[in-house]
């Protein structure tokens, strides 16, 4: 999918940015678009932005460089093409790629959810 490839190029680009706290503006906003039109229409597979999403920003520390309000987007817009996913391969192929993906949520989940004082 061209808008994921577009993400991943722009995001290769705003993480080499030297702030502390990274929001990803561009990145995001390809992001909202490929979640348009896999997740809510159902025109292309949910499964390539699950999957850009476990490769390109699940890392510990690519998630603690963003800032808070791209950690939520990250969270939630996982959490919808989880749910997309679920829906859309019950029964297909993709099944197992589905559930290392679940695991590697699990595991950056503690990341996004860790309270800050």
């Known amino acids: 999918m061209i808008l994921i490839e577009q993400a991943r190029s722009s995001l290769k680009d705003e993480l080499t940015s030297k702030k502390k706290s990274i929001a990803l503006q561009v990145t995001v906003q390809y ?12 025109v292309s597979e949910p499964i390539h932005l699950m999957r850009f999403y476990c490769e ?12 808070r309000g791209t950690q939520l987007f990250v969270l939630i817009h996982l959490a919808e093409v989880l749910e997309a996913c679920r829906n859309a391969y019950t029964g297909r192929t993709f099944i197992d790629e589905h559930t290392s993906m679940r695991r590697q949520i699990v595991d950056a989940a503690s990341v996004l959810l860790e309270v800050r004082v």
Not at 56 to 67: F, H
Request: aromatic fraction near 4%; glycine fraction near 8%; charged fraction near 15%.
């Open 56 to 67: 390109c920003l699940l890392g510990k520390i690519t998630l603690q460089k963003l800032a």
């Open 31 to 42: 992001l909202e678009l490929a979640a348009y039109v896999s997740v809510e229409q159902g």
